[in-house]
């Protein structure tokens, strides 16, 4: 779970956007395009709805058996790993559909991560990952 919360830190996506400018063929420059478009609009939405909800972490009501490591902030609501996660996974499986099943494989896994771990709550993740799929497919349609 750790290293799942890890590559959802940005490593995992920043890593993708490298193998897609080498091996990504035609489509790389608008699916690494999309795929920025996308982190970044995820990160401006879930940095804002933090803000507006104020909503405290699991963590932070009760201490949690397996966390040990510290939240990126205080507040919970929506998970921006998961939103992120789900944003980056859906724009490039917008561009590479065959992807799709190992992109949702890790967003997912980082969204469960975000839960075992004690930083979010499961309608802090399901918020996420429906608002970073939306965000990820918005990043996508100026490409079609």
Known sequence: MLGATRAGDGWLWYGLGLVILIFGGHERF???VA???AAIASIAAFQGL???TGRRRPCAVERHCWATLLPPDQFSFPSGHTMTAFACATAIAFFYP???PALFFF???IAVSRIVLGMHFLSD???G???GALLGWAACQPFV
């Open 98 to 100: 065959a992807t799709a």
């Open 30 to 32: 608008s699916a690494v």
């Open 35 to 37: 795929m920025a478009l």
């Open 107 to 109: 967003a997912f896994s």
């Open 129 to 131: 990952g429906l608002v």
């Open 125 to 127: 993740v399901v918020a």
């Open 50 to 52: 933090k803000r507006i």
